[in-house]
């Protein structure tokens, strides 16, 4: 029989229909699978502990894990970072308002007499929901309480909570705050104290029945979509360890660690791995490690082995660790849910190998520089201080001081302007101890502070044209790198307080405009270079400090923008008016708008203003309200705290006394370096606008400064031969 084109035709006919219907319903089929999301609390532990365990440490090679900043609404404590999973938003909670009670005749009544009827028969309640909701509308994000549970109930989802942290007669149910919607309502579940068995050897005489757990879970798991188990021991051991020695304790948590394995391996032969997820997250670190720095806490989420690696989160940019914000939003990621009202974004997989050594070390090198950071840099402050009066009074007594002690101040005075630089470039030895650290700051400063004298003949303008390139040019190439150095700097940002995680932070966003104002108008002093070519430097500081791809630094950006159109102006010989102001106000408008477009509609991973622009559309102009007194505050207890206000304040000190001892001084120098002076006048605006527009101006305050008072002290020092009034 002869086949012709009519019957291929109708054989292709019949194979493609074949093929259609197959697959139609096999995505039937798969859609059809119910999602499951089961969240295991096991508190107060870190990945070592967890790793150790034979079941839990093969999960933790299955599976994508990462590091958690634990912070809350202004501060830290369990019961906010608790919250804050389930809120997409750094949120407040406390004890007293997360009360969370089985819904029974009693309970219910308490529940009614303060919110209104319930319809509900069964489930569990937050008795204290109103308070809750209180704590959080006058919270420095303003949360919103229960917006996992609503969105999920909203697409018709049910919630589960099972087991406590209970102790004797206190009740501890913080686990609840997550799958809890705006009422404080959740499903089903069981809270109660018959997941408690007594056990003479274990903290304060009981312990989790994991056995009645588990059955719980068994009998409850076709119920509900999102599953929240909270394990409840390590949190009791952590409030009884006072009574335990050391030896005690350490027996105590391996016993527990080793029950909760035992548990999970029982759970995960009840879960369908194909169309669930298990994550299994630490809410809040054990006391020894927020002793020692360990702050950043595991999560780990189980798929069946089907992802491996680090998580990465575009909250953070950085591949390994993410932010307690952005739990949430995963979660909903897993049904398909945008995650309205949240700040955090939904966690994806970098795949990699050996992801338990990496983890590791990635938290060994945060906690090496967070312990150390804090001592280094109030050596640093200290330092430049020390110096600074030292050289203003050995210009007050110039003539009863040696020549020979002018060159070595001086060689001081320059050191204090590339300590930032060496700052930046210290990670590149590696992690190191803190001694060791001093000692390759101390070496490495010398050697360039040393070289720089040489190098630039011994000329003034010079070493600040070479010495403040040195800074600027380090730090700009760092920012177009994606700042490998930054992100490990002493002087760079601390993931475990978690205030930025990428760009440029306000520590080197000071002393990057300094040493930049310093450098361009030394530049114009000796060789009155064009100023289209300081224009086009300050334009490209700008981007490195705007740039949603580099810096994204807001506060930084109107300071860099206001501050270079200031001083451009100027070294122009145009004069400053309301009207320039007013111009100048605009153009700060206009490129401020321009990196939210690009932010918005552009990049993939959002920055801080785009994700403060959608909450201010999803929120309200209340969220605008909201930033402004959150950065007033942080700059009111930043100058109280840190030592860097007192650099502020010992600096215009030192200035302030130059005005008027020795007489003139000031003017002899403004007068033999006109320019200069325009970029110390841009600094003193560099401060004023940063100090207001950046959450922690006061430190960007203070590093920017330093660059003016080095640079002046310094070229007094050199020019005290020239006579001057007494």
Known sequence: ??????????????????????????????????????????NRVDFDELYSMPVLGSIIDNSSIGLMNTRGSGGNNEFKSYATLGWGTRADAAKNTSTFQQLNVENGAIYSRRTGSISKQEGIVNLDINRLLKQNKIGEYGASPGILGDLLRKNNYKTILLGNSDIEDSLSRAAG?????????????????????KDPLSPFG??????KLIKDFAKIYDKGDFIVIETGDTNRLEKYKDNLNDEMYNIQKENILQNIDGFVDELIKHIDTKNSTLMIVTPYPSDYSIANGNRLTPIII??????????????????GVI????????????????PVNMTGRELTNVEMDNTINEVQYLNNRIVNTSTQRY??????????????????????????????????????LISTIIIPFVLLVLPIFGMLGIIYNYLLLISITSLLVFGLYYLSGKTPLNIMIYGNLLVAGGIIIDIILGQPLMKNSLLGYDPIIGARYYGIGNEYMGVLIGSVLIFTTALVEKYNINKKFIIFLYILTTLAIALPTLGANVGG??????????????????????????GIFFVILFVVALMAVIDLFFMEDKSHLAIAIEEIISKGPIVAYQIITRKIAMNLRLMGVTVWSKVLISTIIILGILFYRPIGIVRKIIDLYPSIAIGWSGIIIACMVSFAVNDSGVVSAATTIIFLNTSILYLIMENLDTPVGL
């Open 1 to 42: 029989m002869k086949i012709g084109k009519k019957h291929i035709c109708i054989c292709m006919g019949i194979l493609l229909t074949f093929l259609y219907i197959n697959t139609h319903i096999i995505w039937a089929a798969d859609a059809d699978e119910p999602i499951k999301v089961i969240m295991l609390i096991i």
């Open 177 to 197: 705050l997550i799958p809890m919607d705006s009422k404080g309502y959740i499903d089903y579940g069981n809270v109660t104290e018959n997941l408690l068995v």
């Open 206 to 211: 009981i312990r989790t029945n994991y056995d």
């Open 302 to 319: 189980y798929d069946g082995g089907q992802n491996t690696g680090l998580l990465y989160s575009s909250t953070t940019r950085r591949t």
């Open 323 to 338: 932010g307690n914000v952005d739990v949430g939003p995963t979660v909903l990621s897993y049904f398909g849910i945008n």
């Open 375 to 412: 001592r280094i840099l109030y050596s640093f402050a200290i330092y430049q201080m020390v110096i600074s009066f030292i050289v203003l009074l050995m210009i007050i007594f110039r003539k009863n001081v040696s020549h020979k002690l002018y060159k070595k101040a001086t060689l001081l």
């Open 557 to 582: 950006t109107i300071t860099a923008v206001f501050t270079f159109l200031f001083v451009s102006i100027r070294l122009s010989k145009k004069r400053i008016s309301f009207k320039t102001i007013t």
